[in-house]
């Protein structure tokens, strides 16, 4: 009796819950809410605070992209996926968008059945050290102890890197950066080896960052981006255009601060274009006319959410670099509106 | 003889001599010394090890327990309150981590305006389990009850929860110990519907969902009845059937219906909101009360005389039972969906519900069968004498006494059940023991704080699964001398 | 269940399917098993709709593919270049490696455990409750986690043992370095080396350990044919000859020969570089999983003992006692081999737990079969379903490998009963 009723609830449940993966765009709609896959904690990109109120980085593009769809940034279930599990909750249907920092690599984009959207932060494999360890290079680490954080890309580019320079090392498998941390502390490991990124914000959370060195070598390309499941290419756009949204906001210097002002005095065609005034460039991807002017708001543009979240400003303290507009040298370029 | 040497005998005693205290050595503390501790050489070396393992233990843990701080905002300031108060240099355990995060240890991400509902899900919780767990003994029932009635009102009205839920609690409560004075077995019906208001306390939403899924057996039973007239074949068919097409066609449409006309809706709580023990606690209880009946019908298929349905309900148990609980949490969050229909995708929590169900169901399987093989034969043979069928002599006669039988078992697993929720963590899950205290170590403040958190959560696994054990072993040698 | 009630075979009527009780058990069978064949096909229906949904196919060519990443410790010769198929049978052995082990450790704090408690040592008993509660009540993970922590948190780390006056030395001789990565042991040596058996797949067994294997299971049964002829002697005369010095030459004689003749040393592990080198590092994942695996299960079976002892009646140790015999006798001959048959049923499900248990070693990084194959190689190949459907498979094989194996001793065991 128990079973059969409370089995009931749950077939009940499961079917109200269920819906097609055809048209993401239409299920986000009806659900009233974007399922956006994150770090399990990652502070500066995803991480949720004592209240379960998630900040960070990815999680302010998966805002931009519920205000873009559903006009509240609020509107967002922040679905905590370890580096096992994202893939997976993301083909399956559990989330519409992953924001996880994850690499964009041929694998992941071809058999894994990802499509990623772009490039939000643009990576690279580094190596921290202790400074009284007294090595200043990579190549000096030959024989010693590294952690690194599982079914990453990390862990293959590692392989890759010792086997090249003809060295060898002792893996440290850990699960999760707060693990990582941990035994990198403790001394169990000589080097810690992560994104760049990562290390920088691991680091400056350090009570004596001084005290470590990110050495020089940067081993790989770690391009991050956003990705959503292979063949919706409609959902893809908005995810994509939201991006890029963000970063033309940038750009022109649209920021959440003077958008409302900007759309009603702005001369530039590129810029009157992105933000409604004139073209309708939302009913091109199934959206209204304000679209990019919400993500903007959402939590400001490329520029406004990276100082915000890991920029130099914040704990973790990392230069734009590679990730500065390209008028500024780096490699942020958004696709042109029009 | 004694008259002839009599005056031999220098000196006889006419009175009796008050009785002497025993030697220092075989009284008192130092008797017990004796004989527990120094018996022989043996146990003299046993207890001096003893001895230097406490001393080891204490030596090098007092220090740290002595100088607990539990006022701080951060592992800084704890570590400069400890500074400063016993020097530097000196050691010490910050709990101000559990006073300051006791919330989201406890209800997770729960929103805090609605702690009340978990709350009182979990107070009246007592009151489904008393016809169960507490009818051995009035005393134990009253007290257990009334305790769950004064610290449930409590801490719901500290929580601030509205007047109408309070009379709601209060009513069920107060009423719960009143019938259960006169007629503890009534109580069952509130065991048998609490599963569907545990949920909609919970998870709130339109209190609808439950009602039209409640809708569905009675719909079954009113088809049976109707039809039973006709043919019991159809009857039993459709008893079968209606409920199953109601909840599959009907009940959602019926429900969001329903809910457009009269609102019954409260607040409702995203699963991604579940963490701490709130989560471990769902999942445990929700894991025990599928997995009992699922257990109760497959440990009967497994003593069945029928060859195809013992093979099958082996075949389960045994594949069950031979992979671990991880590789079936993983099947949760990686296959599942793969097992549905193409565009199901539902609630993560649900998914994990329904693998540790599967599994504690084949553990419970065999301790079920225990209870039914620890039965004396001749209770099944006085079933089929009195020309009993099989449901019915397993409903009346073997059952109800082989579950007693099986309650401390039945425990044992919901502790090993309630232990392994910790493994959620694997998941992506916010379990109170790992992904929490990463949770909490990620905050700038609390980095690096590493024992406290641990120890705190295990202790709370302490008190509740040893309470449990203690209880069943208590049930256990009640139940065992009834069947002397 | 007789039918001698029913007097003639009436016509057959399709009604009797259900009300006949010949007919009712088939009937009903014939429903579950069309129940479960319909469930079982929705199933794999849903499966290979979904996969073709997504464009994913069901294929374990994948293990053959370049695993690419590394093992902290392989117990075959293992590099990034081999297949996913040698990482899984890389991590298979490690899973292998500690529940062999935790099953022997665990055993053997069990049986102390377990009848230290119910030593008349008020001490020891109360010490030996405390920890069989501690280690029940509280979930494996944690203990999993604390001891893992014990050793990085409190162990120093190789740095430590450097410089003239170290902060660290080594244990046993300076052959033993505890550090917060890995506990560095000695490695065998040979000076006259055999060379090795070469089982193909770079899978090598020295000759050496043939030859000690071949020599202690040699001595073992002419062990048994001296104790059988000591006891055919005692049955004869009455007097049983003194055997424990053959015995013992018999098993320690030629082992120490085959020492002496291969030239078998130690070489102690020599810090170098960032680490020791030299000996064998056994990794503290390894090690804690193992002590967090033995204390955990030991709690339980402690318990086990306890009970199979106390289910013996005390007659039997109070005959033991008037015959004569000393305690330690009377457990070894008398009570322990009663109590073996009530314990090893529940001994059984208890290795079960423990091998399934090690799948815990993801917590600490231990690289067993959830570490590879449903650990690395699933998130690198992105095969979730072969993976965990082949993983869950080998968990399978093993359990029913233990349990026919631990059935086999049972009944054994139970021969013997009256």
Redesign the interface.
């Known amino acids: 009796m128990k079973t059969s009723v409370f089995l009931g609830s749950m077939a009940a449940g499961a079917l109200m819950a269920g819906a097609g993966?055809a048209d993401t765009l239409a299920d986000v709609k009806a659900r009233g809410e974007l399922n956006c896959g994150v770090n399990t904690g990652l502070v500066g990109f995803a991480a949720p605070d004592a209240n379960g109120n998630w900040t960070g980085f990815d999680v302010d593009f998966c805002k931009a992209v519920a205000a873009a769809v559903l006009g509240d940034p609020a509107k967002v279930k922040y679905v905590p996926t370890t580096?096992?599990t994202r893939?997976?909750a993301l083909?399956s249907g559990e989330v519409d968008l992953l924001a996880r920092n994850s690499t964009w690599t041929f694998?992941?984009d071809t058999?894994?059945?990802l499509d990623f959207i772009g490039v939000n932060y643009y990576d690279g494999q580094g190596f921290m050290v202790n400074k009284d360890?007294g090595v200043t290079s990579a190549k000096e680490?030959?024989?010693?102890?590294i952690c690194i954080q599982?079914?990453t890309t990390t862990?293959?580019n590692?392989?890759?890197y010792f086997?090249a320079n003809n060295m060898t090392?002792?893996?440290?498998?850990?699960?999760s950066n707060a693990e990582g941390e941990?035994?990198y502390m403790?001394?169990?490991?000589?080097a810690y080896t992560t994104d760049a990124s990562g290390l920088a914000a691991t680091r400056a959370a350090f009570a004596d960052p001084e005290s470590h060195i990110i050495l020089p070598e940067i081993i790989s390309k770690e391009p991050l981006g956003p990705a959503v499941r292979?063949?919706d290419s409609n959902w893809g756009d908005i995810a994509r255009w939201t991006l890029y949204a963000l970063i033309a906001a940038e750009e022109y210097g649209i920021t959440s601060k003077n958008l409302e002002e900007l759309a009603k005095s702005s001369q530039n065609p590129e810029v009157q274009r992105l933000l409604g005034v004139t073209d309708d460039l939302g009913a091109m991807i199934g959206l209204d006319k304000d679209w990019a002017k919400r993500a903007i708001a959402a939590s400001g543009n490329y520029g406004e959410i990276f100082a915000a979240n890991i920029g130099e400003q914040t704990p973790i303290g990392l230069a734009r670099g590679l990730n500065a507009q390209w008028t500024q040298g780096g490699l942020m370029y958004a696709m042109p509106f029009r | 003889m004694s008259e002839t040497h009599a005056q031999t005998v220098p000196f006889v005693r006419d009175t009796m001599l008050p009785p002497a205290a025993p030697p220092v050595r075989e009284a008192g503390a130092v008797r017990w010394l004796r004989?527990?501790?120094f018996?022989g050489p043996l146990?003299t070396v046993?207890?001096i090890?003893?001895?230097l393992?406490?001393w080891f233990l204490v030596s090098h843990f007092w220090d740290w327990f002595a100088h607990s701080v539990w006022n701080a905002d951060s592992l800084s300031d704890c570590r400069r309150i400890i500074a400063e108060t016993w020097g530097e240099g000196a050691r010490g355990a910050c709990w101000a981590v559990v006073r300051e995060r006791w919330n989201q240890y406890v209800y997770g991400f729960y929103p805090p305006e609605l702690y009340w509902r978990p709350t009182m899900a979990f107070g009246l919780l007592f009151v489904a389990l008393a016809p169960v767990l507490f009818s051995e003994s009035v005393m134990i029932r009253r007290v257990v009850l009334a305790l769950a009635t004064v610290l449930t009102l409590w801490l719901m009205a500290v929580m601030g929860a509205p007047a109408a839920w309070l009379v709601f609690a209060a009513a069920v409560l107060v009423g719960a110990l009143l019938i259960s004075e006169r007629q503890p077995s009534w109580l069952l019906v509130f065991s048998i519907l609490y599963p569907l208001m545990g949920v909609w306390f919970l998870w709130g939403g339109s209190a609808w969902g439950p009602v039209m899924v409640l809708v569905g057996p009675v719909l079954g039973w009113i088809a049976w009845r109707l039809l039973g007239r006709a043919s019991?074949?159809v009857a039993t068919v459709a008893a079968l059937v209606v409920p199953l097409v109601w909840w599959i066609v009907f009940a959602g449409d019926a429900a969001r219906d329903a809910e457009s006309i009269v609102s019954l809706a409260i607040p409702a709580v995203a699963s991604d909101r579940f963490g701490g023990f709130l989560l471990s606690i769902t999942i445990g209880v929700a894991g025990i009360a599928m997995s009992l009946p699922l257990g109760i019908v497959l440990a009967l298929a497994r003593r069945s005389?029928?060859?195809?349905?013992k093979t099958?309900a082996v075949i389960f148990i045994?594949?069950i039972?031979?992979?671990?609980?991880?590789?079936l949490l993983?099947?949760a969050s990686?296959?599942l969906?793969?097992?549905?229909?193409?565009g199901t995708t539902f609630d993560i929590i649900l998914r994990v519900i329904i693998m540790v169900t599967l599994f504690s169901a084949a553990y419970m399987a065999e301790v079920i069968r225990g209870g039914l093989a620890a039965l004396p034969k001749g209770q099944y043979e006085a079933a089929d004498a009195l020309g009993l069928d099989y449901w019915k002599a397993q409903r009346l006669i073997v059952l109800p006494q082989a579950l007693k039988i099986s309650i401390p078992g039945i425990v044992s697993t919901f502790?090993g059940m309630f232990?392994?929720t910790?493994?959620v963590?694997?998941v992506g899950l916010y379990d109170p023991?790992?992904s929490m205290s990463d949770a909490v170590r990620a905050s700038t403040s609390w980095k690096g704080i590493?024992?406290e958190p641990?120890i705190f959560?295990?202790f709370i696994?302490?008190l509740i699964?040893?309470g449990m054990?203690r209880y069943s072993m208590y049930l256990e040698r009640r139940l065992a001398r009834d069947h002397r | 269940m007789t039918d001698v009630m029913v007097p003639a075979n009436p016509p057959f009527r399709p009604?009797m399917l259900?009300y006949d009780r010949r007919y009712r058990?088939m009937t009903?069978?014939v429903i579950?098993?069309i129940l479960?064949m319909a469930l079982a096909w929705w199933?794999v229906n849903?499966?290979i709709?979904?996969?073709a949904?997504?464009?994913?196919d069901f294929d374990f060519g994948f293990l053959w593919q370049r695993a690419?990443?590394?093992?902290?410790q392989t117990p075959i010769p293992y590099?990034?270049?081999d297949t996913h198929l040698r990482a899984a049978l890389v991590g298979l052995l490690n899973t292998l490696i500690v529940s062999i082990l935790g099953c022997i450790a665990a055993t053997v704090v069990g049986i102390i455990a377990g009848v230290?408690r119910l030593?008349?040592?008020?001490?020891?008993a109360r010490?030996m409750t405390v920890y069989v509660?501690?280690f029940?009540?509280?979930?494996?993970?944690?203990w999993i986690?604390?001891v893992f922590?014990v050793f990085?948190?409190v162990m120093p780390?190789p740095?430590a043992f450097r410089g003239d006056d170290p902060a660290a030395s080594m244990i046993l001789f300076d052959h033993v370095a505890l550090t917060?990565?890995?506990t560095a042991i000695p490695t065998l040596a040979m000076t006259n080396d055999p060379g090795s058996l070469d089982l193909g797949a770079r899978i090598t067994i020295s000759w050496a350990t043939i030859a000690f294997a071949v020599a202690l299971v040699a001595g073992w049964i002419v062990r048994r044919m001296i104790a059988a002829w000591a006891q055919r002697v005692q049955d004869q005369t009455g007097v049983r000859p003194t055997t424990w010095w053959a015995s013992l030459a018999v098993m320690t004689v030629p082992s120490l020969l085959l020492i002496w003749y291969f030239g078998l040393h130690l070489i102690p592990p020599t810090l170098?570089?960032?680490?020791f080198?030299g000996g064998l590092?056994v990794q503290?994942?390894l090690v804690a999983l193992w002590l967090a695996l033995t204390l955990y299960t030991g709690a339980f079976i402690a318990e086990i003992v306890r009970a199979g002892i106390l289910a013996i009646s005390r007659g039997q140790s109070e005959a033991a006692f008037a015959l004569g015999l000393r305690p330690g006798r009377t457990m070894n001959l008398v009570i322990l081999p009663q109590a073996l048959r009530v314990i090893i049923p529940p001994l059984i499900s208890q290795y079960?737990n423990l091998m399934?248990?090690s799948?815990?070693a993801?917590?600490v990084?231990?690289?067993d079969i959830?570490?590879t194959l449903?650990?690395?190689t699933?998130?690198?190949?992105?095969r979730?379903?072969e993976s965990?459907v082949l993983?869950?498979g080998v968990?399978?094989v093993l359990?029913?490998i233990i349990s026919a194996g631990m059935n086999l001793f049972n009944a054994r065991v139970k021969l013997k009963e009256r």
């Open positions: 993966m580096g096992q893939f997976t083909s694998s992941r058999d894994l059945k360890l680490l030959d024989g010693a102890t599982t079914g862990e293959l590692l392989a890759d086997k090392y002792q893996p440290v498998n850990i699960d941990q035994q403790a001394g169990a490991c000589d292979h063949g | 004989q527990n501790l018996s146990n046993l207890t090890l003893g001895v393992i406490v019991a074949l005389d029928m060859f195809l349905v099958l045994e594949f039972r031979g992979v671990p609980l991880i590789a993983f099947v990686l296959l969906n793969y097992f549905l229909p193409p502790i232990k392994d910790t493994l963590t694997f023991l790992k590493y024992w641990y959560v295990g696994f302490f699964c040893f054990s | 009604s259900i058990s009903f069978q579950v098993f479960v199933l849903n499966t709709r979904n996969l949904a997504l464009g994913k690419g990443y590394d093992i902290p590099t990034s270049d230290a030593s008349n040592n008020w001490l020891i010490l509660e501690a029940r009540n509280v979930p494996l993970l944690l986690l604390i922590a990085t948190e780390p740095n917060n990565r890995y170098k570089g960032f680490n080198t590092n503290n994942g079960l399934k248990n799948s815990l993801i917590a990084g231990y690289m959830k570490g449903g650990g690395t699933l998130n690198q190949t992105g979730e379903l965990i993983m869950m968990y399978l359990s029913l």
